[in-house]
């Protein structure tokens, strides 16, 4: 088998108008999420992590939008399912396994990566998204905000009271509504009455629009479009239609309220299968590539969590840090106590 | 009787008033199909319906809202707040319009509606999942706050709350679901509301008066227990109501022992210990032989799951507690 | 001048489909709106009125949608403003001068008035609203829920939670956005970038309509229409365009935000005005109605104001009145000994 | 020096800190042209622009959530609270995320905001607008809460709130905008946060010790000075800081009187009396003489304007606690 050096397929043209590098690159991090999710459960079900909210069915709508990103200047505020997003943006794989290890010293990312640290109460982290959407714009640095919610968030205040906020000051600010069909048990249908998500964009003055969120490739357009809509200060609404494949979190039972005939179509539109397919027939990828980006992964993967398990010390003294700038002194002496009781290891 | 565990003494509970009172109906987060993410309503939808048993979008301030409008129409639902630390976000409905309802109306309307909530530690939870927010509720005149220490406890606390007149939180500990095994009565089971009991012990021979509530109250026990082998004995109040206190009851047993310890899962600042701390010194002052010692959590948050084995107050602690307490002088 | 006959007057033919009774009556509310307002203003400068929200301007809007209302089984559920709608609906005007008096006993109506008391957090009373509506459903009674806020409320998380459980639960119930122009000293403009407040409602799976708010008539006829569909369970959005022509409340100075300019056009299109002159050319309504209902007016008011000060005895007791169903022990006592404190006079 | 009332010392530490640093802004509901609804922004808008002194939707949930975006982007915003009832529709972003982006980026980002809330009785407000909701805020770890006495405190502690690495409550009492009138330091004058001041009082003479905070210091100077009359001397004991209390201050004094009375303005169950009896309790049991009392608002909701001459805590129950409490053995 003839196969084109990379240099070559890097240049060898578009697809839908979105270069070869993005698609490669796009499918090495959609093979990389998988993997992760893969040895995530696994490494649940053996008691290594706790519980852990996969992401398959969604790699192609997180990672098409994180690469629409310029990691530079532009911003990801995630909840906690974003994991491709968040890595491709440049977030450590060991500090997120910390992170749902149970350890806060893995919740951060260096300062080099411009993304918040996960946040579990649901589009609580909008109003900070648009807080910090609209400190860039008074700074001029040209960056924007990909903000990321669920279509359950939608329906909390902060969604509404962000999305309008944004809309007033001219945030650049990108709301991505992963419409993943479920809230938990809770079906999409059950989560608003409106035909779209896309729409309540009207309601606050700019642009929604809906993508396929199987596909990369549009994601990937229609969040740089979108991105630099926002930068001219014109927030958008990007729902991006897509499928929880998977459970909730690792704790959860699908079964329970839902067919398993209601996944079966969107396991076969599956992001990378559409994509690595229409790939290989324009010669930009190839078994091998599929093989090397997996190995690799798993490579990395292991790794990662190698190094987190090795950096795993949770220790009594974690509870105090990084509470306040200035720890009251009453606090100090609380925690003085109770880690010296915890030394002695009395615990039950 | 029979043995049930938390979770299947609050189904139990949820089921009897259910069937009784047509009023009463379930919503909140995942009570359908799901039956909850503890299971607490499992099997409710398909036996009283979707209409009655109701699965709502993810928005805590219109869930307990709409509920107080559903009063108004005359009904009485539970919300299933799917976590404690997820009701802040509806805090101006519970705090400033639940309990305001009835004075705003002169008395034309109430609302007597119950929202449980899953809280505390031990579950090695995400973030909010696990914190002891009680005493936020316990600042809020006109809603009862009360947490059940056993399936025994929690179905006879749950029952008369939901047909209290008056709304009640009911603080659900998320430890105890699947562990607290207990020979729970069959049937309608009813406790009084506002009144602490004794848990262990016997109030006129206890050294040392123990104070706690929800899990805590499991970690007093651990510590007596330990105690009593030491030839130390004590006598455990279960608060069982945060709000209103059993001002009457703490303050006998604790004249009674003269000394005491006060223990809550919760930062121990501005805690349902410190109000009980403060009411004891101002009633019962001139019985203490002693400091009346709070044992609580350190004051930040509750921490990720690897954390939570150093955070929790543990038995050990209260048991050191009632140490020291034993030796003031 | 020749005065027709009432009866006759009643069924001289309807203004845009509205009846000649409904006409009759809006313009005498109207009337005693202004005539009230008034008042109210004038006690709170002579000391015997609380800080009061006149409503000056809105008059038309809030009195046609009342009246679109059937008392029986319709409700209202308010916040502040909106007193001209509830005395339509049967709330007592002493009630509503008590409870500007700051004397609770006046927060609230009879048990035959279909109404919540007013409720000062902006917003909050719109989840109740909807509570209320999903009852009244699910007896089947037929009644819907006329649910105000103001176009400063539309931006709150409780706004967004409550349109949206609405159209998911199919709730009999309209939401009246009073656009009046003004949050206190903050602008429409600066509340949202939406062009419109009835374009929420797409995002919510129903309908929203905006109408003309110093038309009595087109007010009367879209709340009547959005009831109807409300009833059938698809709530509706109404933007009424109306404007505040007064200050914010009695210890508000709207020239510090705003120029006479922008208010004389609305002065000019006041509701009353509108409405009499359509209705003075269909022989509906003369100079004599007009005097008479100003009097009439004049004399219920004032009979209001004297009966609210005959019943305004303060007390202690009240305090403690009403919050619980079961006054539990500590409280009791604590009110107990400060009704005697307050009986000894000590109060500086 | 110069005289200013509360509003106006408020304004001046405002515009010192908008003028010394760009990162400063001024976020709120009409605090740009009309200068908030007390004046406390007045002219401030266009003395800095429109970008930094700027009005917002109602919402005020996202008011906090983007003022700690905005920090994370490198600014310091002020957020006005209209009044510190309505941050109850903000408590999930105060007391759940601003108080934790620190510690969940393990130290990367910070929030080190303030939030100024006008609080408290005295003006006949409409509902929510008075009640004094500060203990459920001393709750919140990771969150400052301040309460000034006077002008010249508000100057000082404000400026000191403004520079301050962690977020800070700031609560402006209402009675006091423009009655409270004092020499006020000018220019930069900045107090230290975190620590109680005497008052009122020689803390090695006094028979007794008041604690008190924001209006509830003025309340009990007045109880100090009618009791001077009597020839009963006490120490007034102003908190200043409501979370991190100065427990080392108050030990101290309390230990040196060994009679304590605890005033706030708050329904007492709860409140941040209770926390100071608990600590006191704790701390310098032995040295007491009789119970701590505390002195507080009633446990009910702030009523309607007519009624608050009967629920606001007066200086007569101050003294008469005070009088109890020597009375008590
Ligand atoms: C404020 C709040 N309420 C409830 C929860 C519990 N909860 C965790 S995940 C979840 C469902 C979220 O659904 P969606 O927004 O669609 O995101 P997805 O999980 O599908 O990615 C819920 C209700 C929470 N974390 N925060
Ligand atoms: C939650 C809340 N935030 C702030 C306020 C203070 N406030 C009282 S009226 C008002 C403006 C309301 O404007 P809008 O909703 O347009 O109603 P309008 O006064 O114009 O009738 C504000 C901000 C409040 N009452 N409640
Ligand atoms: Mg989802
Ligand atoms: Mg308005």
Known sequence: ?348 | MSEQNLVSAIRDALQIELARDERQMIIGLDVGKMGGVFRATDGLQAEFGEDRVVDLPIAEGVMVGAAIGLCVSGFRPIVEMQFLGFAHQAFHQIGQQLTRLRQRSQGRFSAPLTIRAPYGGGGKTPEFHSDCYEALYAQCPGLRVVAPSSPTEAKGLLLAALRHPDPVLFLEPIAGYRTWVDDVPEGDYVLPLGEARIAYGNENAAAVAVVSYGLSTQTALRAAASLAAEGIDVVVVDLRSLSPIDVGTLCRVVEKAGRCVVVTDAPVTGSIASEVTATLMERVFWSLEAPIVRVGAPDVPHPLGALEQFYIPTAEAVADAVRSTLEAH
Chains 1, 3 share one sequence.
């Open chain 1, 1 to 348: 088998m003839i196969r084109q050096s990379d240099d070559l397929r890097e240049t060898a043209g578009d697809i839908d108008g979105v270069p070869p590098a993005v698609i490669r690159e796009g499918l090495r991090r959609m093979i990389a999420a998988r993997v992760f999710d893969t040895k995530a459960i696994a490494m649940h079900r053996r008691g290594k992590l706790g519980t852990f909210p996969p992401c398959a069915g969604q790699e192609a709508s997180f990672v098409g939008a994180a690469l629409a990103l310029d990691r530079e200047r532009d911003w990801i505020v995630p909840q906690y399912r974003e994991i491709p997003a968040l890595v491709a943006h440049g977030a450590p794989l060991e500090g997120i396994i910390l992170y749902y290890m149970g350890d806060p010293a893995g919740g951060w990312w260096p300062g080099s990566v411009n993304a918040l640290p996960f946040q579990i109460s649901i589009a609580a982290q909008l109003p900070q998204a648009v807080g910090i959407a609209w400190g860039l714009k008074r700074r001029a640095t040209g960056g924007a905000v990909l903000a990321f919610v669920g279509d359950g968030g939608t329906s909390e205040g902060d969604f509404h009271e962000s999305a309008n906020l944004a809309g007033v000051q001219q945030c650049p600010i990108v709301f991505f509504v992963s419409n993943n069909g479920w809230a938990i048990s809770t079906p999409r249908a059950r989560q608003t009455a409106a035909a779209s998500f896309a729409d309540r964009a009207i309601g606050y003055g700019y642009d929604g629009v809906t993508v396929d969120g199987t596909d990369l490739l549009a994601v990937y357009r229609t969040v740089s479009e979108a991105l630099a809509t926002a930068r001219a200060g014109r927030p958008v609404i990007v729902e991006s239609l897509t499928y929880r494949v998977g459970p909730h979190s690792t704790v959860d039972d699908p079964r329970v309220y839902r067919s398993e005939d209601e996944v079966v179509p969107w396991r076969q539109s599956d992001g990378y299968d559409r994509l690595a397919l229409r790939a290989r027939e324009s010669g930009l990828w190839s078994d091998t590539d599929e093989l090397a980006a997996r190995e690799e992964a798993t490579r990395e993967v292991d790794a990662a969590f190698e190094r987190a398990q090795a950096a795993f010390k949770p220790a009594t003294r974690q509870l105090g840090e990084h509470v306040w700038a200035h720890l009251p002194a009453q606090t100090a002496a609380q925690l003085q106590e109770l880690e010296r009781r915890n030394a002695r290891g009395e615990r039950e």
